[in-house]
C-alpha cells in the first residue's frame, strides 16, 4: 500500500490516471488489517491495491462514469466481478479514469479531465482503459480490471505497454440487470503488466451466475503452459481496408519477429470477409446498445456529450429490419471465422490503427490521408474480435519512430482463453529475456 501511494503522489498529478482516490489514513488501516489476517484464510488478491475502472460500481466510491450527471454520486453495492475483487481480498484505493460513458477510445470527460500517456504524457492514454493502463504502466497499481466494446482495454494495454485481455464473451460475468439478451458486445476483463497476472486476475473475475445467460462458469486459466508450436495468421491491415499510420505495421511486425523465434509459424493472410460488411454489422449494434443503455438519460441530453448523443439519436432511429440484418452480417462473418480457424490456432492484427495522438484532441479526423467518418472508425481494427465476442490479448509491441508505443492483438476461437494466454505468457518472457 504505502509503494502504491507513494507512485500515485508521485506521478497522478501529471498523469490523472486514478480519481476518487480514498483517504489515505483509511488505506494505510485496511492494509494492517489485511496483515493480521492468518495466511490461511488470504484471498488470491489478499492486501493487493486495485482502483476500479469508473464505469463499475464498487460499494461506497463514487461512481461518476465520467458524466456530470452522476459526478459525486457513490455506490451502495458491488458489481458482480467486483464483489469478486473484494472476496478475493483486493483493497479498492479509487477508481482509474475513463471516457464519459465510456464512450470513445480516448480518456477525457468534463468531471476528472485527461488521462495522459505513460510513455509520453502529451499524448492521448487511450481508453476506455485508459486510466487503468497508465495506473498499470507507472506502477500505482499492481493489476487493474478494465472492460471492452470496442477495444476498450486493448488500445490503451498497447498505447501504454501493459497487457490487456478481452476474455470469451461470458467468461467473466456482466450485470444481472436489465436486457440481458440483446447486446452482447461489450465484457469485463483483465489489466496487468504480465499475461500470468491477466491469469491470476481472470481466475477471480469469472464465474458463473444463473441469472445471466451467457455466464458459463468459465474454468480456471492457471497455472499457464506454453502451446504451441501454433499456425498463427497476421492480417495487418485487412488486405488494405483499414488505414494505418506509418510505422504502425512495421512496428507490429517486430512482435511477429518474436513469435516467430518462439517456433510459431506466421502466415500474412489476405481478407477473410469483408470489412465493410464488418463495419455496418458493427456500427448498427453499437448504436443500438449504446441508444438502450442512454435511454434513461433522455430527459438530461443536454448534459450528454456530442458522441454519446450521435450514438444515441442512431439507435434510437433503427428499425428492426436494419437490426436483424446487421445480426445477419455478424452471423455470416462468425461462419467464416470459424472456418479460419480450422487452419489458424490464433489470429494476429496491430491494437489500432494511429499512434497516439495529442491529448487535446477529441479524436482522429483522418488516418494517412483517409478521412475518419466516426469518431470511432481509427479504431476499426478491434472491430473483428468485439464483434463475434472472440477472446483477445494486447501485448506490448514496441516503438516506432517517434519513440511511441503500439500493440499486438492475439485473437482466439471461443473458449481458448487459456490458449492465448499461454501464448502471450511465452511472448512476454520472449521479450523479458531478449
Known amino acids: 500500500m504505502e509503494a502504491s501511494l507513494a507512485r500515485i503522489s508521485e506521478r497522478n498529478p501529471e498523469l490523472n490516471a486514478i480519481v476518487a482516490l480514498r483517504d489515505a489514513e483509511e488505506l494505510r488501516a485496511e492494509a494492517r488489517a489485511a496483515d493480521a489476517v492468518p495466511p490461511e484464510d488470504r484471498g488470491p488478491l489478499h492486501g493487493l491495491p486495485m482502483a476500479i475502472k469508473d464505469l463499475a460500481n464498487a460499494r461506497g466510491l463514487v461512481s461518476a462514469l465520467g458524466s456530470p450527471i452522476f459526478a459525486g454520486q457513490e455506490a451502495t453495492a458491488d458489481d458482480l466481478f467486483v464483489a469478486h475483487l473484494r472476496a478475493a481480498g483486493a483493497i479498492f484505493i479509487g477508481k482509474t479514469n475513463t471516457p464519459e460513458f465510456g464512450l470513445g477510445s480516448h480518456t477525457f470527460n468534463p468531471v476528472y479531465g485527461a488521462t495522459r500517456n505513460a510513455v509520453d504524457p502529451s499524448r492521448s492514454a487511450g481508453g476506455s482503459s485508459g486510466g487503468a493502463a497508465v495506473a498499470l504502466a507507472t506502477g500505482m497499481v ?62 477471480v473475475m469469472a464465474g458463473g451466475d444463473p441469472r445471466v445467460p451467457m455466464a458459463r462458469g468459465a ?48 502466415d500474412r493472410l489476405d481478407a ?34 456530442e458522441t454519446a448523443i450521435w450514438e444515441f439519436d442512431r439507435g434510437l432511429a433503427l428499425s428492426g429490419a436494419q437490426v436483424q440484418e446487421a445480426s445477419d452480417l455478424r452471423s455470416d462473418w462468425m461462419r467464416a471465422a470459424a472456418h479460419l480457424f ?42 473483428p474480435a468485439s464483434l463475434l465476442g472472440l477472446p483477445a490479448l494486447a501485448v506490448p509491441s514496441g516503438r516506432g519512430a517517434q519513440g511511441l508505443p503500439i500493440g499486438l492483438q492475439i485473437i482466439g476461437p471461443h473458449g481458448s482463453d487459456a490458449t492465448v494466454l499461454g501464448l502471450g505468457q511465452g511472448y512476454h518472457c520472449g521479450a523479458t529475456q531478449g
Not at 436486457?179 to 499475461?195: E, I, K, T, Y
Not at 504451441?228 to 483499414?242: E, I, K, Q
Not at 448504436?287 to 434513461?296: H, K, N, Q
Not at 494476429?348 to 479526423?365: G, I, N, R, S
Open 219 to 266: 474454468h480456471p486459466v492457471q497455472p499457464l503452459s506454453s502451446p504451441g508450436p501454433l499456425r498463427l495468421g497476421w492480417l495487418g491491415d485487412w488486405g488494405g481496408a483499414y488505414p494505418m499510420e506509418p510505422g504502425v505495421l512495421e512496428t507490429c511486425e517486430t512482435g511477429l519477429a518474436r513469435l516467430s523465434a518462439l517456433g510459431h509459424r506466421i
Open 272 to 305: 477473410p470477409f469483408p470489412a465493410a460488411q464488418i463495419w455496418q454489422s458493427w456500427i448498427t449494434l453499437r448504436s443500438y446498445a449504446v441508444a438502450a443503455r442512454l435511454r434513461p438519460l433522455a430527459g438530461q441530453r443536454a448534459q450528454l456529450k
Open 342 to 383: 480450422e487452419t489458424y490456432d490464433a489470429l494476429l492484427l496491430p491494437t489500432a490503427q494511429c499512434w497516439p495522438f495529442p491529448v487535446e484532441w477529441q479524436y482522429p479526423t483522418e488516418i494517412a490521408g483517409t478521412a475518419m467518418d466516426s469518431y470511432h472508425r481509427w479504431m476499426e481494427v478491434v472491430v
Open 142 to 203: 499492481p493489476l487493474a480490471d478494465g472492460s471492452d466494446m470496442m477495444g476498450s482495454l486493448r488500445n490503451p494495454a498497447g498505447w501504454n505497454e501493459v497487457y490487456g485481455f478481452r476474455p470469451t464473451w461470458g467468461w467473466v460475468p456482466s450485470e444481472p440487470q436489465g436486457d440481458l439478451f440483446l447486446h452482447p458486445l461489450s465484457c469485463n476483463g483483465p489489466m496487468a503488466r504480465s499475461p500470468e497476472d491477466l491469469a491470476l486476475l481472470l481466475d
